[in-house]
């Protein structure tokens, strides 16, 4: 009689083949963006954050390939991704400037050239502000204006509206 392990060794193998890649893989991301993060002078809690999100979709993508190893059928992941995705989507359709701050946040880590500790000019016919960055998430900026009061300003508007360095004064952080 053959065991479990006897019939299943070739997916087990695969299995930590797998897991073994993910970690590498993971362990070099994640190296490359704090390389970024440290060469651009980013914030590392922007840094980590996208480290997460990286760390997430790199798993995602690791648990699709292992259910292929497990023996699922391509015409079955279709089926409960389109039916996650169908949910997903209708739940996120009402909550989509959360999604666009977050796009906005990730495309803001790699290309946006203003770091904490400077002080810009937002040029918003509305709201037209000058402040300092106190801190860049996920969402939103944290804006200091000079009557000391504290300001959040979306992430999508940031790379929709222009905007002035009028200081450049960044801090510089540890990232070991």
Known sequence: MKTA??????????????FLFFIIL?????KIIKGIGKRSSIN???VNLITRYVTVTLLLIVLLIEAIILGVEPN???LVF???????????????SILSNI???????????YKVGDKIMIHDKDFPLEAIIEDIGAFQLHLRLDDGNLVTYPNNLMLQKAVTLVKKD??????D
Do not use: C, H
């Open 26 to 30: 993971n362990f070099i991301l994640k």
């Open 170 to 175: 960044a801090i510089e952080e540890d990232y």
């Open 103 to 113: 796009t906005s946040g990730v495309i803001m880590f790699f290309s946006f050239p």
């Open 76 to 78: 079955q992941i279709t």
């Open 44 to 46: 590392i809690a922007r």
């Open 5 to 18: 392990l006897d019939l299943y060794s070739l997916e087990i193998i695969k299995t930590i083949i797998l």
């Open 82 to 96: 389109s039916s996650v995705f169908a949910v997903v989507g209708i739940g996120l359709f009402a909550i989509w």
